[in-house]
């Protein structure tokens, strides 16, 4: 499996409702360093049906401005359907919303 098969398979995992970050994803594929190989794989993302990219974000709970399917507005539409809240200064409520990514709720 190489790099990309093992960020998709934990990006698959992430549950509506909940965001994870890049680091976090990198570290749960195995490599901690891997935070913008990451973002290289979302963009790349072969299935965005099922794989669900956009529930990445910065560790700050910003989106992308490079949103690979239409832009951070889009990305931020998505996860207004995932239920996912904003705080007034347009990130995510990581303490709400952030994904634990220690099982596969």
Not at 24 to 47: K, S, T
Not at 51 to 77: E, L, N, W
Request: hydrophobic share 40%; net charge neutral.
């Amino acid at each position: 499996m190489n790099s990309f098969d093992k960020i998709y398979a934990v990006v698959r995992r992430i549950p509506r409702g909940t965001v994870a970050t890049y680091g976090q994803v990198a570290m749960l594929a195995g490599n901690p360093r891997w935070a913008r190989v990451v973002g290289y794989a979302l963009h790349a993302n072969p299935d965005p049906e099922g794989i669900p990219c956009y529930r990445v974000v910065t560790k700050d709970g910003h989106t992308s401005k490079a949103f690979a399917f239409g832009g951070a507005d889009m990305q931020r539409a998505l996860l207004e359907a995932d239920g996912i809240t904003f705080l007034p200064n347009g990130c995510v409520d990581m303490a709400k919303h952030r994904w634990e990514g220690l099982s596969d709720d």
